[in-house]
């Protein structure tokens, strides 16, 4: 069973919902909401520790019911089918999808189960101090060396889990740039730090030049012999890794059916593990199995996931909207938009459709935003009265981690109070000049989660996952491919070549031979 392959605008609901659009696009939503006091009730969706209110958004009952109809149409429920059974839908590297695999204990394949085993023994001993570096002494810091997918996952999840964390410092070198990696490096102890290089493929220049690096570093002070005691790795590329002179015994497998983009469930996480301990990596990852299931069985009208994605279609392609805006209410949360980023443009940045044909409508979102309420107080004036409409998700949770009610209460209100200033601008209110009008019926969605835990966390990145998975089926795109970032690594190589022979003829472009003989 492959992935259907039904071009979306020549479906009868997407047909629908172009006549549709035209007889709503300039409804107000401040009018819907005084005409039907049913609408939050009706426009929200209540799973586990989730409250999800999509009542702020242009649409009506009849839209919802058009959109479904469109996912219907484009036989959404197969395509997830087919994801979670196993199939190749991966179709230009011909890979399986199974992400979601690494996160359902009840099903488990031998080779997860085993490393996730492993996982627990490693981050076990570090964090009991029972592994020793090579002086004898025990790890205080551990640096995850990887970029993208082997970098924002761990980073983020780490960040966002800060409260759970134990004592160990986690730091996370992901730039060529040889600043960054001096920059984390300097003030580290070499006898008690722990380096685990993460990289599925075990080619990614940035990763293996850090890696580089950092192992001469080490060896300023230490032996080849040492290495075994500090260093770790984890990837499919068994072979470079041991060429690397990682030890057999602290490599960590990865599997071709698991993206980089969506691999923190894997060994990938293993920096997560050691720094909020393997119970709460466990946590994460049955938080995201919910998800799974809520994505797989529920019925796509109380489906968030679904929703979510019918919503973004419905901006992109009908409003035009170009870009997405996501606010969590929690500086725990300061790196989850870095980390959505990639997984969501890297997966549906694409111009041609599963067919193999060059498409002529809009595919994936511009994704961006940073944490309320600073953001509030940088960008938002944008989205209430600048000339784009900007969908906008806003996250927060019902309860704060330390308990201090004062700051809960204030970080709440303005999130609410921003969702409702975005609907309702000064509707029927007086100003006395045009400069304070606010048009208000801005779109906003808010997600309302009781608390950040490992688990929601988990279930949080998993719907996003979901989300952007059901948009790449809609546009009838390949989601899990990449081939785009493949030329620009091409030409780095071109233009490395030029550089490190203080060589500028050699570059192919006019511009990129001036820049070369303007830097060297
Ligand atoms: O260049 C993009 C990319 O291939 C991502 O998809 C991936 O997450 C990242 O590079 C890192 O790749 P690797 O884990 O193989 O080093």
Known sequence: MSLPKINPTKTKAWNELSDHFNSLKDGKMQQWFKDDHERSSRMSVIWEEFYLDYSKNRVTDETLTKLLNLAIEVDLRSAIDAQFSGEPINETEGRSVLHTALRDFNNMKPEVRETLQKIKSFSEKVIEG?????????????????????????????????????????HFVSNV?????????????????????????????????NA???????????????????????????????????????IFPMWNWVGGRFSLWSAVGLSISCAVGYENFEKLLKGAHKMDLHFKDSDFRQNIPVILALLSVW??????????????????????VAYLQQGIMESNGKSVDRNGEQIDYQT????????????????????????????????????SLYGNLDHQNKLLANCFAQTEALLQGTYETEVDNNFKIFEGNKPTNTLLIKKLTPETLGSLIAMYEHKLFVQGIIWNIFSYDQWGVELGKKLAKNTLGAIETRNPAAAQNSSTKSLINKAL
């Open 177 to 209: 740039d040889g600043d960054h990696v001096m920059e984390t490096i300097k003030s580290l102890n070499r006898e008690t730090t722990l380096f685990i290089i993460v990289s599925k493929t075990f080619t990614t220049q940035e990763t293996l030049t």
């Open 130 to 170: 029972e592994w020793k570096g090579a002086t004898g002494k025990s790890i205080t810091d551990v640096v995850n060396i990887g970029i993208g997918g082997s970098d924002l996952g761990p980073d983020m999840v780490c960040e966002a889990l800060q409260f759970y964390k134990n004592h160990l410092n986690v």
């Open 364 to 399: 994936g979102t511009i994704v961006w935003g940073s944490t309320g309420t600073n953001a509030q107080h940088a960008f938002f004036q944008l989205i209430h009265q600048g000339t784009k409409l900007i969908p906008t998700d806003f996250i927060c949770f019902s309860e």
């Open 212 to 250: 580089q690096t950092i192992r001469n570093w080490f060896l300023e002070k230490g032996s080849e012999a040492d290495i075994s005691k500090h260093f770790a790795a984890v990837s499919t590329n068994l072979e470079a890794v041991a060429d690397f002179g990682i030890a057999a015994e602290n």
């Open 315 to 336: 901006y992109n392609n009908f409003f035009g909207c170009e870009s997405e805006c996501i606010v969590p209410y929690s500086q725990y949360l300061n790196k989850l």
